[in-house]
């Protein structure tokens, strides 16, 4: 690592650090976090800098390389195998830059830090990813490395519920370990995503999600297809980017939905636009799933959201008030997508609904809820890595 990151970490301003994985890609070449994860880690990295810290996000990359990023915050990426098996080499490379200070340290998902584990840091736990298909002995594996780290930070801000019960079930002994997880909802920019103040005739069903296989895209285009056979009127527009995007133009094409479908990747401040033109809003998730950002700007921006009852989302979905809940079914996505387009009053009320949420879901409230959850981890007692 260069002398300038040694600066950095031996100056005398109040310093927090931010320890992932990736905040930009491996090159350091985008312009901005991409993805749900990322973006969380950059509103909680302004909220540091609002408090008056100089922030350092440290990330794996092809180098050791330090950039600066927009005038508040700097981005050092630690050179380590791109792939699984060199996040230990990075853990460990990390954790010894981050020796150098006793700045502030949150590691941007629990266990970015296994099995170097600085017991003054805390952790964002983003919801549960390994629901996947996936062998046995690699999520026994995860669970040895959750317990690992929980024993050893300070305590951990969980944006569902769903991660903190399946501790609580799997390991009802570890009371400890169990008080240290705080659950803070996601949030989104009220101030950006607002409610349309005239919505169009035009029946879009937005998905604004990854173009990825456990995103559900799928199923959202299989349930479409019903809805086409059943004779009802619609536009849907896919908004986002990914390995998937060949597979969703082949099913669109196999279903004879290409005419009404829109594939849009856009910068993330046209997006409200989006949810704003939407009918309704879809997060069809069938597994890795906490409270997504997708599903809470719908929300805040009075779209209703039917999503899948996978991780933390029915945190955020109440079913029959502001959306709906249903299983991870094509069948079961479309009756309900049906049932709004035929009763569209019943539509009107449950985006009333998403309004009055937005109070709750805004990025203020997210802002004062972490910031005194991180003062009590920081108040506590401090312990000798």
Known sequence: MSMKAFDIFNNNCKTAIIQAYFFLDFNLHEERPVGGGNRYLYDLGRSFHKSG???????KGVANKEIEFDDWATVISVKAPRRAWGDIVYAYRAYKLAKKTSSILCYGNLEDCFPFVHK???AIQ???WWDRPMPWLWKKMQYARIKYVLKRIRGAICVDSNFINIIRASWPDMSKQIEKLRFVINYADTHEYFPAVYKNDRKILLFPRRFEKNRGYEIFI???SILKNH?????IYFIGEGGGLSHIERLLNTASLRDRSKIIKCAPEAMPDYYRMAFLTYVPSLWSEGT???AVEAICSGCPVIATDVGGLPNIIINGFNGFIV???AE????VTERMMVNEEEQKQLAANCISLRNALSKERWEIQISEIIKSFLSGKEEID
């Open 126 to 128: 983003h919801g549960v």
């Open 292 to 294: 997504s950002l997708s």
């Open 222 to 224: 299989q349930a479409c």
């Open 231 to 235: 004779g009802l009127v619609f536009d």
């Open 332 to 335: 079961e996505i479309a009756k």
């Open 327 to 329: 299983k991870a079914d």
């Open 120 to 122: 003054r840091g805390f």
């Open 53 to 59: 810290y100089k922030v350092i996000y440290i990330q």
